[in-house]
């Protein structure tokens, strides 16, 4: 292994030199081939380069493709609990660099520490789960239709796994990738967003470092005409994870499937959380408050819409903005912080221009709506929290995904009016409901269109071992987490072991 040159999590602070990263292609760090870098800057601090990556082209993804191509020849043929075991041994590497990776990922992606932290600690829970699917890996054992006969089916890796990777969960989701497809014999080139590519730098080196093998996971950083094109389009590649917006998923689907390759897409969200009248309001508040703000709203899961039945509506509108207004907005660094900043200029640009379209359509605006221009907040991209209430359904700010912190809350007449305007939308991914009516709760499990539903907690918080994913443009019908992953990363041999010394015509020797 390379690892002596594999960097080390940066230190807090700009005070030390800013590094260099560079593409991690078997084994080894290489530079682009064009010759070209771009910088990975602090949100809440722009005067902070936190890193400087490589703007990488199709020469390095082909590269990255021949070294995983050729480190598959061997890692296919470990077996899989010793392949697990090396991602054991990662999850317990995390768990020493935990925090020096969390304060790396705030810098880098500006939510706050303890979320961070979150973040991390969901790739180790990620790593143990896959590291025990590794002793796992069921396939159907069946009585044959024949006498003296065997049958039986495995699951084989597939071979070379593209994967592009969004920057709000910058190590989380990666693990959701990464883990299931080596612990399933794949190997794999990795494009992190550039927005955030140091933290998925920290995963691979606990890899590395762990014992994984030259070329079984590759790193190339860039924008995604050049990196995330080249690799869907790859001929070799045989899989394409993509964790991203729909209209990018679209393209990437498209791609995928002029070559046939398995495609896994996790896209938007427009996810709603029903108040009904007989809810803890307390525990709703709590839980609206949670959903819409943490991740500064920007999570797939995002609590975007609130729907509320109209015996609570106004002391629910009431008491959620008069906290939303206290939520302390600033530096993910400092500990009393509760929301960062948006991820870059176009982010916040876009958050604040629903704003707008939302006022335009006659929203009404009850809480924030600027940005923030304070002069602790002039170098990063702060914005308040954003609250609209009498939200009609069918207005854009409740049909659209934003990505930021803007919580639209809609009325409802009961729980079927909610679940209709839960499921009026392109979206599938998360759904919340907040009831004491356990009968009711049953309906909404059953009647909510999304690939997660939530009692008595908001839309965020999935667990690793479940399966992750939605309806409708939210994806493509996979699952990311729990079994789904090894399906994802898997492909089906059914075996046939015929000792009848005999041939045996199957559907027609039936001894009749
Ligand atoms: C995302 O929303 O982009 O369920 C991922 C959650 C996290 C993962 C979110 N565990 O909120």
Redesign the pocket.
Known sequence: MATETLPTPATIGNTHPTKVYKNFIDGEWVESSMGETFEDRNPADTRDVVGIFQKSGKADVDAAVDAAKRAFARWRLVPAPRRAELVFKAAEILIERKEECARDMTREMGKVLAETR??VQ?AIDCAYYMAGEGRRMFGPTVPSELPNKFAMAVRQPIGICGMIT?W??PM??PSWKLLPAIVCGNTCVIKPAQDTPLSTFHLVRALADAGVPHGVINIVTGFGPDVGTPLAEHSDVRAISL?GSSAVGRIVGQTAAKSFKHCSL?LG?KNPMIVLDDANLDLAIEGGLWGGF??TG?????TSRIIVQKGVYSEFIERYVERAKKLKVGNGLDETVEMGPAINERQLATDLSYVDIAKNEGAKLVCGGNRLTESKYQYGFFMEPTVFIDVDPQMRIAQEEVFGPVVAIIPCDDLEDAIGIANGIEYG??SALYTKDVNRAFSAIRDLDAG?TYINAP??????HLP?GGTKATGNGHREGGIGAIDFYTEWKSVYVDYSDKLQKAQIDRGE
Do not use: W
């Not at 920007?298 to 995002?302: F, I, L, P, V, W």
């Open positions: 979150g973040d969901e969004p709000n969960f989380a989701i964790t996790e969200g943490g991740t920007q999570r797939c899961t995002a991914l998360s997660i839309t965020i918080g999935a667990e690793v992750f």
